[in-house]
C-alpha cells in the first residue's frame, strides 16, 4: 500500500507562485508514474500534469501548459509541482496520485492511490 500526503498548498496573490510537493511512502514509488489533479467548488475533478516514473515524459492541461512543471525526486520519494503566474481559476483542492502500473494519464481511473488533498486559492 501506498500513502501520499501533499503540502505547500495556501492563499496567493494572482501572478504568484506555489510549489506543492507530495510525498510517498513504500518502497516501489520510484516505479509509478505520479499526477496532479485538482477540485475547483462546484467542478469535477480534472487533470492537471503527469510524469513517467523515469521522469522523462510529462504532459500537462492545456489549461497550465508553460506554467505549471511537474516532477519528481525518487530518492526522496517525492513528486512536486511547481506553479507559476498563477491565476484566480486555478483555486482548487490538488490532489497527487500515483499508478502502480506506471501509467501517465490524464484520466482518474487509470490512477490506483490518491492523497487527501492541499487546498490552493489564488486571490485576485
Known amino acids: 500500500q501506498v500513502q501520499l500526503v501533499e503540502s505547500g498548498g495556501g492563499l496567493v496573490q494572482a501572478g504568484g507562485s506555489l510549489r506543492l510537493s507530495c510525498a510517498a511512502s513504500?518502497?516501489?514509488?520510484?516505479?509509478?508514474?505520479m499526477g496532479w489533479f485538482r477540485q475547483a467548488p462546484g467542478k469535477e475533478r480534472e487533470f492537471v500534469a503527469t510524469?513517467?516514473?523515469?521522469?522523462?515524459?510529462?504532459y500537462y492541461s492545456d489549461s497550465v501548459k508553460g506554467r505549471f512543471t511537474i516532477s519528481r525526486d525518487n530518492a526522496k520519494n517525492t513528486v512536486y509541482l511547481q506553479m507559476n503566474s498563477l491565476r484566480p481559476e486555478d483555486t482548487a483542492v490538488y490532489y497527487c496520485?500515483?499508478?502502480?502500473?506506471?501509467?501517465?494519464?490524464?484520466?482518474?481511473?487509470?490512477?490506483?492511490?490518491w492523497g487527501q488533498g492541499t487546498q490552493v486559492t489564488v486571490s485576485s
Open positions: 513504500g518502497r516501489t514509488f520510484s516505479s509509478y508514474a
Open positions: 510524469i513517467s516514473w523515469t521522469g522523462g515524459r510529462v
Open positions: 496520485t500515483g499508478s502502480k502500473y506506471s501509467r501517465t494519464s490524464s484520466i482518474e481511473k487509470e490512477y490506483d492511490y
